[in-house]
Structure formats: C-alpha cells, structure tokens
C-alpha cells in the first residue's frame, strides 16, 4: 500500500495548473480594466484600447511535515523492534495564483485621431498606472488603427449598400400609399367645407335676397382724377417757391409743403415770411376737417409755379447768385449800375443779397455747420478787418483744431490785399448759400 504522503504529492500536483491560468487571467483582466477606465478620462470614450499579457511565477513550493498521529483518549503505544510508529502527512503549498508576476506586455492601440502629444502623455501615465518596470522585462507596445467606425466599413462594401438602397426604396414604397391617401382625404375635406360655405351662402341669399331686390343699384364711380404733380423742387431753387408762395394763399403753401419730401418742406418752410407761415400753419391744422382744392386749381398753381421757376432761373435768380458768388466790390459796382436803370430790380437785389457782415444773424447750429465747410485760410483771410462781434461768433462756432489755425492767421495776416480777403468771404457766402439751399443753414 502506498504511503499516504505520497498520493497527497500526486493530487497535489494534477491541481497545479488550473490556479495558475486562472490567476493569469484574472491579474490581465483587472491591468485591462484600469488601464481602460484611465484612457477614457484622457483620451475619451473608445479611441483607445489596451491589451494586457502576463507571466507569471507558476513555480509550486511545498513544504511536508510529519508527525505521529494521535488517537483519540490514548497515549502513543511503546515501540516495538522491526514495528514502525504511525505518521501523518501534512503539506503547506504556495501555488501560482499567489506568485508574483515575472513580465508583462502591454499594447496600447490608439484611434489615428488622437495626436501625438495626448498619445505620448497617455502612455507616460499608463506606464505608471501598471507600475511597469523595464529591469523586470516589461514593455508597452503602441499601436493605431480605427476604432468605433465598423458602419463606415459596412457602407463601403457594395452589398450592404445596396441593402441599403433596397431598404430605402421598400420603406418608399410602404409610405407613398400613405402620402396618397393623405392627399385624397385633404382634398375630400376641402370639397366639404366648400359646400357648407356654399350652403351658408344659399341660406344667406335666401333670407337677404327680397330686400336686396328692391334697392336701387349704385351709381357707377367716376375715374379717379390724375394727381397733379409739382414741378421740380429742390435745394437750389427753393427761394425762388418762396418768393413766388409771397403771393398766394396759405393753402396754396400747404399744397406745396405737402408734395415736398420732409427734408425740403422743412428748409422751405423756414423761408417763408412771418404771415404766409402762419396762414400755411392754421391750413396744415384744419386740413383734415376741410376738402382738398379742387384738382383745376391745383394744376393751375403747378403750371405758374413752373413758369415762373423757368422764368427767374434765367434772370434775376441767376444775377442773384452770380453776385452772391462775387467779391463785394464787385456786387456793390453791379447793384449801383442798376439803379438807374432798373431802380425797383436793383432795390430787390440789395435787400435779398447775402452779406459777410448778415452771417452775424445766424445761429450757432448753422455757423457749426458753415465751420465745418471751410478751411483756417480761408476764414483768416475772411475774418480780416472785419467786426468784432462777428468774429467773436464765428471763432465761438470753430472747434479747437481749427481755431488755432485762425488765430494763428489772424496774428500772422498783416498786409493781406483787399482782393484776397474779399475773395475769401465771396467764398465763404458761396458755401453758406448752397447749405442754406439743402436746409442745413439759416439766418435769425
């Protein structure tokens, strides 16, 4: 019979190897497991994966104790020569599951997404995180390769994409008997809510129609009149629409502020005299309450309106700005030749025509916007000789910039010839009366 020491070796070693697998397996799955989790929070979800392969120490230690085997209640019986005493076997092993690990290689495949830089820094961490040694052998293999896109693939292949395109074509199929019907059934709720509509309308025509009957048809309308259109009114002429509204009514100037665009009806309406202002404004205010004038006597107010605009373009509103464009002297020469010969003509032009010295009676908003047009020489020039408080209004409108400029003409400008400085303010008046034209500017 043999030894009981001896068939407790044998079992021994048939179990060996099942532990040792299965603690292989069970150090890979967790080093997989934790080094996933890791490249989730660095990399993100599924563009990368690790694959963990370990060896392990499957060497068994043993270690076989014998002792006497007591009996229960007894003492151990004396020796006996030639007799041996009863033994039992006990064996303390260490199997492969508890020995430590001898290598470990690590593959590390990372979608080509991924850059280099995360790449690199998640390697470094990973091999820290497995607590890798190289003097014990181990090693941490990189990889790329696609990850997370097998549809991609499926849809390259040809068969699936013609599943695909069956696929789409079936459900097509499927949905026009649905899209039809669909219509069908607007179209069948359309044709009911026309007939009860139509039913109302009978109903309706039925309750209605006696009285209808019985009520005379109305007249036919007479074709609305053509709109009488102004004749062209702009910045250039809108002293002379003054001048010609001086003898005409109020309504007669509501008319024509009415046809303006809001910019021009504004500079007009500055020009016109105290009393036609006033009759123009009661007209504007009462214009709802009261019927238009009559369309005759609006064309007939459009047509000597054009007339006379035609008629001072080329006479006395072409001298006016002609002067108006020269130095004084010159417009002081012209205006005295004309006394004697046209006394009521030269009288009119001496009390309209603009002088430097009238810039006095504007406001500051318009002489800011007078500065804004000339230049520092050009009103040194102008400002010499001339008076106090027109200076004093002119330089109070300039901004600093150009103040400094002037003043320092001003100082500088001794023995200016008359000429230059009656040509400076010729073209000063000239601005002034192209941005009194746009409404820009006025006089107090």
């Given at each position: 019979?043999?030894?009981?020491?001896?068939?407790?070796?044998?079992?021994?070693?048939?179990?060996?190897?099942?532990?040792?697998?299965?603690?292989?397996?069970?150090?890979?799955?967790?080093?997989?497991?934790?080094?996933?989790?890791?490249?989730?929070?660095?990399?993100?979800?599924?563009?990368?994966?690790?694959?963990?392969?370990?060896?392990?120490?499957?060497?068994?230690?043993?270690?076989?104790?014998?002792?006497?085997?007591?009996?229960?209640?007894?003492?151990?019986?004396?020796?006996?020569?030639?007799?041996?005493?009863?033994?039992?076997?006990?064996?303390?092993?260490?199997?492969?599951?508890?020995?430590?690990?001898?290598?470990?290689?690590?593959?590390?495949?990372?979608?080509?997404?991924?850059?280099?830089?995360?790449?690199?820094?998640?390697?470094?961490?990973?091999?820290?995180?497995?607590?890798?040694?190289?003097?014990?052998?181990?090693?941490?293999?990189?990889?790329?390769?696609?990850?997370?896109?097998?549809?991609?693939?499926?849809?390259?292949?040809?068969?699936?994409?013609?599943?695909?395109?069956?696929?789409?074509?079936?459900?097509?199929?499927?949905?026009?008997?649905?899209?039809?019907?669909?219509?069908?059934?607007?179209?069948?709720?359309?044709?009911?809510?026309?007939?009860?509509?139509?039913?109302?309308?009978?109903?309706?025509?039925?309750?209605?129609?006696?009285?209808?009957?019985?009520?005379?048809?109305?007249?036919?309308?007479?074709?609305?009149?053509?709109?009488?259109?102004?004749?062209?009114?702009?910045?250039?002429?809108?002293?002379?629409?003054?001048?010609?509204?001086?003898?005409?009514?109020?309504?007669?100037?509501?008319?024509?502020?009415?046809?303006?665009?809001p910019d021009a009806a504004a500079a007009l309406f500055r020009l016109l005299s105290d009393r036609l202002r006033a009759e123009a404004a009661c007209e504007m205010a009462k214009a709802g309450a009261q019927p238009p004038p009559p369309a005759a006597d609006l064309r007939k107010l459009s047509e000597d309106l054009d007339a006379f605009l035609q008629q001072e373009a080329s006479g006395p509103a072409l001298l006016e700005d002609l002067l108006a464009r020269a130095p004084e002297s010159m417009r002081e020469e012209v205006i005295r030749s004309m006394r004697s010969q046209a006394p009521a003509a030269a009288e009119r032009m001496a009390v309209e025509l603009l002088r430097f010295e009238d810039l006095e009676r504007a406001d500051s908003s318009s002489l800011v916007f007078l500065a804004r047009e000339v230049t520092s020489e050009e009103l040194g020039l102008a400002l010499q000789?001339?008076?106090?408080?027109?200076?004093?209004?002119?330089?109070?409108?300039?901004?600093?910039?150009?103040?400094?400029?002037?003043?320092?003409?001003?100082?500088?400008?001794?023995?200016?010839?008359?000429?230059?400085?009656?040509?400076?303010?010729?073209?000063?008046?000239?601005?002034?009366?192209?941005?009194?034209?746009?409404?820009?500017?006025?006089?107090?």
């Open positions: 019979m043999r030894p009981l020491w001896l068939l407790a070796l044998l079992a021994a070693q048939a179990a060996g190897p099942a532990p040792a697998v299965e603690g292989k397996l069970r150090y890979e799955a967790a080093a997989e497991g934790k080094a996933g989790r890791l490249l989730d929070e660095l990399l993100g979800p599924r563009r990368a994966r690790v694959f963990v392969e370990a060896t392990l120490d499957e060497s068994v230690t043993e270690e076989t104790v014998e002792r006497p085997a007591p009996e229960a209640g007894a003492s151990d019986p004396p020796s006996l020569p030639g007799f041996q005493r009863r033994r039992t076997l006990a064996a303390k092993r260490r199997s492969a599951a508890e020995a430590p690990v001898r290598r470990v290689l690590v593959t590390l495949v990372a979608d080509p997404s991924v850059p280099d830089a995360e790449l690199r820094k998640a390697q470094a961490i990973l091999w820290d995180a497995l607590a890798l040694d190289r003097e014990r052998g181990d090693a941490l293999r990189v990889a790329r390769a696609p990850l997370g896109e097998s549809w991609r693939k499926l849809w390259d292949s040809p068969r699936h994409r013609l599943l695909a395109a069956a696929a789409a074509g079936l459900a097509g199929l499927l949905l026009l008997p649905a899209l039809l019907a669909s219509r069908a059934w607007g179209r069948r709720r359309e044709e009911r809510r026309e007939l009860r509509l139509e039913e109302r309308r009978r109903s309706l025509q039925e309750t209605v129609g006696p009285v209808l009957d019985v009520q005379a048809s109305p007249a036919a309308l007479p074709p609305p009149e053509r709109a009488v259109e102004l004749p062209a009114v702009n910045g250039g002429n809108l002293r002379l629409v003054a001048r010609f509204l001086e003898s005409r009514s109020g309504s007669a100037a509501r008319w024509v502020l009415r046809s303006l665009q000789g001339c008076a106090e408080p027109l200076r004093e209004r002119l330089l109070g409108a300039l901004p600093d910039a150009l103040k400094g400029g002037v003043l320092r003409r001003l100082r500088h400008g001794g023995g200016v010839p008359e000429e230059e400085t009656l040509k400076a303010r010729a073209l000063i008046l000239s601005r002034w009366r192209d941005l009194e034209a746009a409404g820009k500017v006025r006089l107090l």
